[in-house]
């Protein structure tokens, strides 16, 4: 079946302006994490969603970050004013059980913020 | 806190031998999960191989296996005869059982020579 996908693939946003990432999970998959990998960097965990709970955003770095996810499924990361510091890969993943489960991450999407 | 340590920021190997990459860590939990994903050029992070902490044995996914040393806190993974797809970023990653988040390593890049 088809896993998880990312759009778009790459933005280049002027310092600023507000950009939208969204993440299309596997169906099924309950569970929905967002990170961030800067470059030569491990990821970062910035958001999780399970279900119908309240998401945990103890990770996102700021309130200009956010993020939603809409019927349980498809998933947008919104950073607002963005910052140079903003440029990095930003990773979604999915899996079935919320717990210790299999992560399945999609291509990412590569932010550049001049 | 949890910790992921993997001491080697760069490896290289010929095609076809054997090559190990290092991973420990730290943690007072009895029950984890380890992961070790593969990130090639494309940024698509791939799940090379898991263990769950209670099980001695040790993971085996076709040439890749891993040496889980629990009272050392060790999880080296073992890539034999090595191919030039294999070339990528390995991240070594931990999850408490109770917990969905994945503690990362900071990466090993490896390098194929054909």
């Known amino acids: 079946g088809a896993g998880v996908s990312q759009s778009p693939s790459n933005k280049v946003t002027e310092k600023g302006k507000d950009v939208e990432l969204r993440c299309d999970p596997i169906s099924g998959h309950t569970a929905l994490y967002w990170y961030r990998q800067s470059l030569g960097q491990g990821l970062e965990f910035l958001i999780y969603f399970q279900g119908n709970s309240a998401p945990d955003k103890s990770g996102l770095p700021s309130d200009r970050f956010s993020a939603e996810r809409t019927g349980g499924s498809v998933s947008t990361l919104t950073i607002q004013r963005t910052q140079q510091e903003d440029s990095a890969v930003y990773l979604c993943?999915?899996?079935?059980?919320?717990?210790?489960?299999?992560?399945?991450f999609g291509p990412g999407t590569r932010l550049t913020v001049l | 806190a949890q910790t992921v340590t993997q001491s080697q920021p760069e490896m290289s190997v010929q095609e076809a031998e054997t090559v190990t990459l290092s991973c420990t860590y730290d943690t007072s939990e009895s029950d984890y999960y380890l992961f070790w994903y593969k990130q090639p050029p494309s940024r698509q992070m791939i799940l090379v191989i898991r263990?769950?902490?209670?099980k001695q044995q040790n993971a085996t996914e076709n040439r890749f296996s891993v040496n889980f040393q629990k009272a050392a806190k060790s999880f080296s993974l073992k890539i034999s005869d090595s191919q030039l797809g294999d070339a990528a970023m390995y991240f070594c990653a931990y999850s408490m059982d109770s917990n969905y988040q994945l503690i990362w390593g900071a990466g090993t890049k490896l390098i194929i020579k054909p």
């Open positions: 993943a999915s899996s079935l059980a919320p717990v210790a489960d299999t992560q399945y």
């Open positions: 263990q769950e902490a209670y």
